[in-house]
T-cell receptor
Framework: ETGVTQTPRHLVMGMTNKKSLKCEQH?????MYWYKQSAKKPLELMFV???????ENNSVPSRFSPECPNSSHLFLHLHTLQPEDSALYLC???????????????FGPGTRLTVL | GQQLNQSPQSMFIQEGEDVSMNCTSS?????WLWYKQEPGEGPVLLIA?????ELTSNGRLTAQFGITRKDSFLNISASIPSDVGIYFC???????????????FGQGTILTVHP
């Protein structure tokens, strides 16, 4: 238990569905992240929120829409996805900062997404 | 963009053997992290390195931050079956500006330990 929870753990959706992934951290952190993990590929950073401000959108298609209502919660809204979007989506959190560095990131267990 | 080359891609070893894996970068990193991921879980931090030349241990695990700041090594001594998993290196340039938190990950090393 790392203090970062994700729901649901598994999700199967059609290409026309709209769904949301939820992440919650209980560590008092101020930075949260979404990563995509596909088979045989490195973890791909998608979005970074630092003190609730989005500081990174790593060229992610608009069918993925993040939302960070407060420092403890992060959502990833999904619509009109493609089969190639099937992957493990990981949320992480860290202390947060303005120094341009990198704190230790703590990961949730992930949501296994399958797009049919 | 920045890339990390992690090797080997996979290892099959006998229980009790020592393990070594490494990551190399085409550019300088000022933070190196090593994570382990088990099936159905997210990556868990094993060791964090913040200074060139630093050697840090966590139980049977030892990691080193290369002097050139372009590589890092992880060693596991006397492996046991529960060491099975995927090991990832991650680096960050600490370049300031808006680069906060933008880790670059290696491809991972899949470790299998035979009893």
């Amino acid at each position: 238990e790392t203090g970062v929870t994700q729901t649901p753990r598994h999700l199967v959706m059609g290409m026309t569905n709209k769904k949301s992934l939820k992440c919650e951290q209980h560590l008092g952190h101020n930075a949260m992240y979404w990563y995509k993990q596909s088979a045989k590929k490195p973890l791909e950073l998608m979005f970074v929120y630092n003190f609730k401000e989005q500081t990174e959108n790593n060229s992610v298609p608009s069918r993925f829409s993040p939302e960070c209502p407060n420092s403890s919660h992060l959502f990833l809204h999904l619509h009109t996805l493609q089969p190639e979007d099937s992957a493990l989506y990981l949320c992480a959190s860290s202390l947060g900062g303005t120094s341009g560095g990198a704190d230790t990131q703590y990961f949730g267990p992930g949501t296994r997404l399958t797009v049919l | 963009g920045q890339q990390l080359n992690q090797s080997p891609q996979s290892m099959f070893i006998q229980e009790g053997e020592d393990v070594s894996m490494n990551c190399t970068s085409s550019s300088i990193f000022n933070t190196w992290l090593w994570y382990k991921q088990e099936p159905g879980e997210g990556p868990v931090l094993l060791i964090a390195l913040y200074k060139a030349g630093e050697l840090t241990s966590n139980g049977r695990l030892t990691a080193q931050f290369g002097i050139t700041r372009k590589d890092s090594f992880l060693n596991i001594s006397a492996s046991i079956p529960s060491d099975v998993g995927i090991y990832f290196c991650a680096g960050h340039p600490n370049a300031g500006g808006t680069s906060y938190g933008k880790l670059t990950f290696g491809q991972g090393t899949i470790l299998t330990v035979h009893p």
